[in-house]
């Protein structure tokens, strides 16, 4: 009885691990065929950015559908690449599985090439190619289509000049003494003495027109809307300013305008 015990054990344990082991086999069947080929083509092979029509079409990709054997829920990873090796990819957007065309706009593309590093005004190749994953962080990489590349004119990004105006600044609101931030590409920043608990904004200009910037929120003018981020010590007043809410002293205020973020911090 003992011994017939004991193979009663060793039976049921052998079945738990084939269960085990069909129960995964079913789970590989939905990314099966993971050799399956994308198709990627491009409708230009050679790409002129205009600065002046950021929004315009500048280049469209179709890809071919990865074939699979069990339906499977899939999304496609459009990537760049300075090198056709993609030592360094670029993820240039991310689509749904119904989708099989992108439509690239002029300043998107002039994103993915200033990201790559691609100097501006200068022709240069940019690698493209299409993945189809699994996943929401695509950690499960099924297929990746061939390699297209086009030859593109970027266009250098020109960021707009900050003026500092308000009653947390040490010109006051004389619009005609703002002080204007220094800018080094996106990068804008100075060093000033700020008054708490006073209000600010920036200008485009020394002058109240055209170009007024302040927080993005609900309750701001829609013209003057433009810091998509600020640091804990920016709050909104009013329609038109923010207020610095630190203690009186010594600050650096730094803005990037391509992530459009403000911060100021004490030196």
């Not at 760049?80 to 689509?95: G, H, I, N, R």
Request: with cysteine; hydrophobic share 40%.
């Amino acid at each position: 009885m003992k011994k017939q015990h004991i193979f009663q054990k060793i039976f049921l344990a052998l079945i738990m691990l084939l269960g085990i082991i069909s129960c995964q086999d079913r789970e590989l069947l939905t990314v099966e065929n993971q050799s399956a080929a994308i198709l990627l083509d491009t409708s230009k092979e050679t790409v002129f950015l205009d600065k002046n029509f950021p929004d315009n079409p500048a280049l469209n990709l179709t890809w071919e559908v990865a074939k699979y054997t069990q339906p499977t829920e899939l999304k496609y990873k459009i990537e760049a690449s300075k090198t056709a090796d993609f030592a360094k990819p670029v993820l240039v957007k991310t689509v749904e599985e119904s989708q099989r065309i992108a439509t690239l706009t002029t300043s998107e593309m002039n994103a993915v090439a200033e990201k790559l590093g691609l100097a501006p005004n200068v022709q240069a190749p940019m690698y493209l190619r299409v993945t189809s994953f699994v996943g929401e962080d695509g950690e499960y990489v099924i297929a990746t289509s061939n390699v297209s590349s086009v030859k593109i004119t970027p266009y250098e990004l020109v960021y707009p000049d900050f003026y500092l105006v308000g009653g947390a600044a040490p010109v006051g609101w004389d619009s005609g003494n703002a002080m204007l931030l220094t800018k080094n590409k996106e990068i804008a920043t100075i060093v000033t003495t700020l008054k708490g608990g006073e209000s600010f904004r920036f200008l485009g200009q020394q002058n109240w027109n055209p170009v007024n910037y302040s927080i993005d929120q609900a309750g701001t003018k829609d013209s003057y809307r433009y810091f998509k981020q600020v640091s804990s010590n920016i709050v909104q007043d009013g329609d038109e300013n923010m207020k610095f809410t630190g203690t009186t002293g010594t600050y650096k205020i730094t803005i990037n305008a391509k992530e459009q973020s403000l911060t100021i911090a004490a030196q």
